[in-house]
């Protein structure tokens, strides 16, 4: 026992011994938060008497989501859960159809851009896969896809949502980072999360190609008019909601609390939503939002726990050793790769956040960029296996297997990591449309 204390003494023996924790606590099947504040409890009492670290932990857990800003969390989470009940999704669908109807694989290319005109109403990859799978696999299906192509193209693009704001984990970032800009990582998100989608449509145009996947036939004047006069309502609460962040009229949680109430009244409207599934969303993102909360506190434990022990200090300074700027980013980002693929986005950013923005800040990364890049990252990690969000939804949704659906996404995932590199290497995707607005210095 005095040799394992005597090695957690050291910080890269503390760091060993905590993810070893957490990780073979995960194998068993604890709850990821409770995994998180278990083994970061039991590395803080080597450092302080079990009284205190349990005092400073219940602390660290309530200050750790004692924020206003986190409040923006739970509504933009039930602003998208009456979206996917209350007949808004389908008539972004129908939008999307006129748009992608002209290429080949039109159907395929619909559900991408649907995922991305839901995500950015949204803000939730999962909700998006969950709303556009449900109603673009049967579709595609009745024209000959193949159901393990189209999931693979629900996939691959529902992660889109988490970059085109409102962005729950945009937000998640802002927190943890020390402040960063909301209103310029949300714009700074455009840029990659239309690259994604469009690195995503190239493939679909190969593969249609390939294999004869047509494109559907011109539509009417008037019912293009139709369609787009049926979704301007649902599109007008981006230019609402985003925009009145963008030029300060309120903050990001004033903003979410404005998203909910327009998604309901736009719902009241539409009329496809009864009492009882109101309730049921409200039920659902209470349930979500509790989720995400106690990880936040839970992860609030294991950062303190990190920089008393001076893990932070002892990763920076081994991938600071490398002295290239080109090298260290490559080094990230194939570090958050394989966090995706065990582990899902939300702990991921709360975890290594802290561990990776002073790295990023000491070779010149702005933080706005590095955010970009971690959610891009992570989002990729949502659709592989074995703990992929979106991989999981996605199937359920298409009625297959996990090993069903893994061959067709690894073109996707492909195309997606060369969007990240890009994204990675050229800030100007990023940060190009922040600094025109004059969210961020020049």
Known sequence: MDFLIDYMLDPAGAAVVLFALFFGLLTLGTPISIAIGVSSLLVGMVYLPSDVIFFIGAQKMFSGIDSFTLLAIPFFVLAGNIMNKGGIAIRLINLAKLLGGRMPGALAHTNVIANMLFGAISGSSIAAAAAVGGVMGPLQAKEGYDRRFSAAVNIASAPTGILIPPSGPLILFSLVSGGTSISALFMGGYGPGLLMGLSVMIVITIIAWRRGYRSE??????????????????????????????IGA???????????????LLSLLYRMAS???????????????????????????????????????IIADGILSFDNPIVILLIMNISLLIIGFFMDLTPAVLIFTPIFLPIAQEIGVHP????????????????????????????????????????????????????????????????????????MQP
């Open 217 to 246: 036939g011109r539509a009417s004047i008037g019912e293009v008019l139709r369609t787009f006069w049926a979704a301007l309502p649902s599109l007008l609460m981006v230019v609402v909601v985003i925009g009145g962040i963008a």
């Open 275 to 313: 009492w009882h599934e109101y309730l049921e969303a409200l039920k659902s993102s209470t349930v979500t939002s509790c989720s995400i909360l106690f990880l936040i506190a839970a992860s609030g434990i294991m950062s303190y726990v990190m920089t008393i022990a001076g893990i932070p200090d």
């Open 368 to 439: 706005v960029h590095l955010g970009i890049m971690m959610i891009f990252n992570l989002g990729v990690g949502s659709m592989t296996p074995p703990v992929g969000s979106v991989l999981f939804v996605g199937c359920a949704v298409a009625g297959l297997r996990i090993d069903q659906v893994i061959r067709p996404i690894l073109p996707f995932f492909l195309a997606t990591s060369f969007a990240l590199a890009l994204v990675t290497y050229v800030p100007w995707f990023t940060l190009a449309l922040p600094r025109f607005l004059g969210l």
């Open 250 to 264: 309120f903050t990001a949680t004033e903003g979410a609390a404005v998203a909910v109430l327009y998604s309901f």
